[in-house]
């Protein structure tokens, strides 16, 4: 019997993975009905589309855009645009060049219509443009992936997939020419484009991503057909409109901005997840409502580090006492510190960066500027501190709503749950 199973599960009920595209997920999100209809109506202005999802790290981005996708995907929205889905997201990299990134979205799009329509491989179009991105890869990398599209494993659902892409040195005028007859072979089939998401913005440095799409803007961006949907950081269009405004100004509509679900809805988005996955119609959630709360309080409403944190917790449970079924807020509460105290142990901090998240976690949130409240003669020597804290996911930042230049930091779950105690609700 798996974990999972002893628990009462066919499978995990906290998976911090984005939810995919597919019918299974689709009936497990929750929320977002508001911020689903401002896409909607972005996206129905014209015959493409370039639009812009901002969100912190964590909240949800992702599954929101891919249960968006299949509402254009399935109609279910009346009156908007018949797109067909990606399901992958095109993974910005730092060493991506406009050549990579149009491989991939073509790859994307042979493998949509791959598991839409099952004899596709048969039509003529389609075996030109997968023949096209087989020889790219194969020409420029030295190596061949047969007849299969590229960078996918053929996995759909609750799977952590990524389009893989290859440097290559120029964009080829074949590349560009595939771009538009991947759109007219799709219009055939009846849609009327195609949704290309846009993710990893939010994790690189803000003047290669402006760069990047300043490059791609006329080659791919402006073209017919296409929603390009980009995945961001809160703050990252304001930023557009400082050090790109002429790209700024292509976008359809104003940021789609996606907050942290209520801790109201977080219980809902569980309860499903235990509805669809339980044995028996008795089985109930193995962390109380109060464990809940208290990942979603130090996660600032970070959905997915309260499942990956639910996820851990449940697995040291059964690690250290494998015949129980039932978790105490102190047993699990322990725990936490216990998985906090060990994650942090393992990245070897100074005794200087020890003391920086001590006083993130009384300060709360504070800004670089704030760095006599750490000790520090200058901004500048608190930030070389604060961006290495913050690769090692210790410390979080949004946009600063009073300088669009600016951030606000925080202490993550981890660094509160190691430093701080138990709040009073879980009686413990």
């Known amino acids: 019997m798996g974990i999972w199973q002893n ?18 997920d689709y009936e497990l999100f929750v929320g977002r009905v508001r911020e689903g209809e401002k896409l909607k109506i972005n996206a129905s202005t014209g015959d493409r589309a370039i639009m ?15 249960i968006q996708q299949r509402n254009f ?20 990299r730092s060493d991506m060049t406009t050549a990579d990134f149009i491989l991939s979205v073509l790859s994307n799009i042979l493998f949509s219509l791959k598991i839409i329509k099952k004899e596709i491989e048969k039509e003529e179009t389609f075996q030109y443009i997968n023949s096209l991105v087989n020889q790219q890869i194969d020409s420029r990398t030295g190596f061949s992936v047969g007849g299969g599209v590229y960078g996918f494993s053929g996995q759909v659902g609750w799977q952590s997939v990524t389009t893989v892409t290859q440097p290559i040195a120029v964009v080829t005028q074949s590349l560009i020419n595939a771009v538009a007859d991947a759109y007219t072979f799709v219009k055939s089939l009846g849609f009327e484009g195609i949704f290309v998401p846009i993710n990893n913005i939010d ?18 961006l402006t073209q017919k057909g296409y929603w390009s949907t980009l995945i961001a950081g809160r703050g990252f269009f304001s930023i557009l ?9 292509m976008f359809s509509g104003r940021p789609i901005i996606i907050g942290p679900l209520k801790l109201e809805e977080v219980l809902e988005a569980i309860n499903k997840r235990i509805e669809k996955l339980g044995l028996s119609p008795e089985i109930h959630s193995p962390l109380s409502d109060g464990i809940i709360k208290l990942l979603y309080e130090l996660s600032k409403g970070q959905i997915r580090y309260l499942f990956k944190r639910a996820t851990d917790l449940m697995l040291q449970f059964k690690t250290e006492f494998p015949s129980a079924t039932t978790i105490t807020n102190k047993q699990a509460f322990n725990l936490l510190r216990i998985i906090s105290h060990e994650r942090i142990k393992r990245l070897y901090l100074t005794k200087t960066e020890m003391q920086i998240l001590e006083a993130a976690v009384s300060l709360r949130k504070f800004r670089p500027k704030d760095f006599a409240k750490f000790n520090f003669r200058s901004s500048q020597a608190l930030y070389s501190h604060l961006k290495k804290l913050e690769e090692y996911e210790l410390l979080s930042k949004t946009g600063d709503p ?5 951030k606000i930091y925080m202490p993550s779950g981890d660094v509160q749950l190691l430093m701080g105690k138990a709040p009073d609700y879980l009686k413990i």
């Open 402 to 406: 009073e300088n669009a230049k600016a």
């Open 73 to 92: 995907w399935q109609k279910l929205y009346p009156d908007a645009p018949y797109l067909l889905p990606s399901f992958q997201t095109i993974q910005l």
């Open 241 to 249: 409109e400082i050090n790109a405004p002429r790209l700024s100004e």
């Open 7 to 24: 628990f009462g599960f066919r499978d995990n009920p906290y998976n911090p993975l984005a939810l995919s595209t597919s019918k299974e």
């Open 203 to 220: 994790i690189l440095e803000e003047g290669f991503v402006i760069n990047f799409l300043n490059e791609i803007r006329d080659l791919f």
């Open 52 to 66: 812009i999802v901002e969100g912190d790290v964590g909240v949800g981005k992702t599954s929101f855009i891919n």
